[in-house]
């Protein structure tokens, strides 16, 4: 996941700031736009200095004033705040870059729908636009699996409250950039909020209940729908590469892969319809509750001696509640 620092998020001088950003390798340089021109003025002492993209969020109720600025001074990431918007806002063909459309928390996210033939990515707001330091909102980690799951193709990006931990929920999720700036300039030093942002435990305030695939997202057999046919399709549909089973209370009776059923169809190469359900089932596969913090999470995951690329996720009474998927981690960026 890219990290994009937020540059007004510190009063240090700029040409400063940003060559102790480009020292450590920062990502993105994000420039918050709060209907002030100026910022372009910025933006070309930016560019004067440094290679690293410019990724700029508009804050306006007339973003038309901006296009022959950006026509201009071309900005590799522009970002648009949907609720300031007066009506659709159609970007000439002048504009390069990459075009985004920022909502809050409050916003739904079809308010991508009237933009998705243009636009490449959603920033999501997961604090108050274009105030820094504030909390990160969960309610985000919803309308992140609901983006993708509609708009597959199309990026994702979050700004407000990203710390560490924050931070590996968004990798996990398959964000592709997030804007840091308290956390990055409140640190003792840039490298290590960069090297926390990225790799390492942090303190843990959410539990793994707050961004998990919930039931409804993720493969489920019950007894007597658990067919050989009906578990391929049930891996092929939800495509993890996984189904689980449960009781027909919602207890946890086991996980089937896709490396459980090539074992199966190995064991039974000489008769596939003896194929039978035990025989592709794994009884007793590694779990995490709902209940358990990022950390917990983090140390199950490297606590076992082989690769873990998914989760099912149960309650105290061993009930499915849901799934955690860490293809993306294993990928290091959507």
Do not use: W
Request: proline share 4%.
């Amino acid at each position: 996941m890219k990290i994009s620092a937020s540059l007004y998020s510190t009063s240090a001088e700029l040409e400063k700031v940003v060559k102790d950003l480009d020292a450590h390798r920062i990502d993105l340089f994000h420039v918050d736009c709060s209907d002030d021109v100026q910022v372009f003025n910025d933006i070309e002492k930016i560019r004067s200095i440094s290679k690293t993209p410019v990724d700029l969020h508009i804050i306006s109720d007339d973003p038309e004033k901006y296009f022959p600025l950006l026509e201009k001074t071309p900005c590799d990431y522009v970002t648009f705040q949907y609720e300031n918007l007066p009506g659709k806002l159609n970007v000439p063909a002048s504009i390069k870059g990459k075009l985004g459309l920022a909502i809050t928390a409050a916003s739904d996210i079809d308010a991508f729908d009237a933009y998705a033939d243009r636009f490449d990515f959603i920033l999501m707001m997961a604090t108050i636009p274009g105030k820094s330091g504030g909390e990160f909102n969960k309610e985000i980690f919803r309308k992140i699996r609901a983006f993708r799951r509609k708009y597959p193709e199309k990026r994702v990006h979050v700004d407000g409250g990203v710390n560490g931990e924050v931070s590996f929920i968004l990798r996990n999720m398959g964000v592709y950039a997030s804007v840091s700036g308290s956390y990055l300039f409140k640190a003792d030093t840039i490298g290590l909020a960069l090297l926390n942002l990225k790799t390492h435990e942090n303190e843990s305030h959410f539990l793994v209940k707050d961004f998990m695939l919930t039931k409804g997202e993720i493969p489920v057999l019950h007894p007597g729908e658990r067919s050989f046919a009906n578990v391929l399709k049930n891996i092929e549909e939800f495509q993890m590469g996984f189904t689980i089973l449960a009781d027909d209370n919602g207890k946890l009776e086991g996980i089937i892969s896709n490396a459980d059923v090539r074992k199966g169809l190995m064991k039974n190469i000489s008769n596939l319809n003896a194929i039978s359900e035990s025989d592709i089932t794994n009884k007793t596969p590694v779990t995490a509750s709902e209940n358990a913090s990022v950390i917990d999470l983090i140390r199950l995951i490297k606590s076992k001696k082989f690769p873990i690329t998914y989760l099912p996720v149960v309650n105290n009474d061993n009930c499915v509640t849901g799934a955690l998927t860490f293809f993306n981690l294993v990928k290091g960026e959507a």
